[in-house]
């Protein structure tokens, strides 16, 4: 049986058996139970209640040779079945080839009113060493092989005067980060100050992890996706490229695979979107964060690459029994993996929604998942929930009210 066909018994049962999952875990994923309400106060200000989103499984990713259910949180339907759909095809010709660069986050230090920049800059980098051993001596991850490996300064202009910026380049292994870029920030800022003889204002990492990035590949079969599918593709690739009303939508796609696995893991959602957005805009003009082309053999080639903060130790990731779920169902042991799985997914479901929009439509598949969940709540079971969402889909009337009739029409057919 395939996943979507098993009632929530089975796909627990699955995922217990897939994770390894305690008898208390697969407890957890029963009763959905995030955080407690003394753990949301201690977290934000203002506390008074919890919003939860559907927590779904997308399948058949292959990545790096490595099979993956990928634990999704996400409010739209059609999403997690799409990422699984680019998958499957994916997976005809080996699945996802990512790489992820070592997980180097950027600190920024600002300063202001430095009177000779140039001498500034040349005395921040004699002081080098000494700055980096400052920073370092915040934090455990020098002794585990990270931490502060470089620091660069330049001048900038900015409409209110020049302004050194000292950045600290630090590899934070399988954090997210920003906790410990911004300790280092902090620390290195007296020193820097005495150097330079300026005044340090902000001392906080920058969320353009452009040190972070993420590169995945996929070929998809021309047999399974068809030479007017592809070509179609390549049109709406195109289309992407040169306009930018388009090209948000394409990147909000992608950004719909890539923001679903981050928030079943708890990642900080916000600075990926940032960081995502910008390298979008790399080259001066916003363009799309995936490729695609045709290959030799006449397969339909697509890869992205995007920076990706990811982290599966620290903040939320740790503390947050359905995050730590998430990652056990994933099996990630880095930061890096987990970043290959987000971009592999990113790129799965961009494949798909331009599948769906060259071909039929989005309109459609939302449509017939709609259909399956009106005949789930009909009372259809089994078999049955995909013979009734079909007849109310061809039909045209998908209510709860149709969906009864069209069950006992086939029951009466049955008996
Ligand atoms: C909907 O959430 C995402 C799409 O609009 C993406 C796209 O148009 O490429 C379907």
Redesign the pocket.
Known sequence: MRFYELDREGRLALLKDHASLSDDEVEILRHGSGIDFRMADSMVENAVSFISYPLGIATHFTINGRDYLVPMAIE?PSVIAAASKGAKIAKVRGGFKAHADPSVMIGQVQVKDVRDAEKAVEDVMKSKDELLSIANSRSSLASRGAGARDLRCRAIDTSRGKMLIVELLVDVKDAMGANVVNTMCEAIAPRVEEVTNGRVLLRILSNYALHRLVKAEARFAREMVGDDAIEGILDAYAFAEADLYRCV??N??VM?GIIAVALATAQDTRAIEAGAHAYACMNGRYSPLTRWRRGSDGDLVGSIEVPLAVGIVGGLTSTHPMARLSLRILGVSSAQELACVMASVGLAQ?FS??YA?VREG?QAGHMRLHARKVAMLAGAEGSMIDEVARRLAREGNITVEHARRIIQAIENEGG
Request: overall charge neutral; glycine content about 10%.
């Open positions: 739209e939508t394409h909000k796609g719909n961009n929604a331009l929009l989005i």
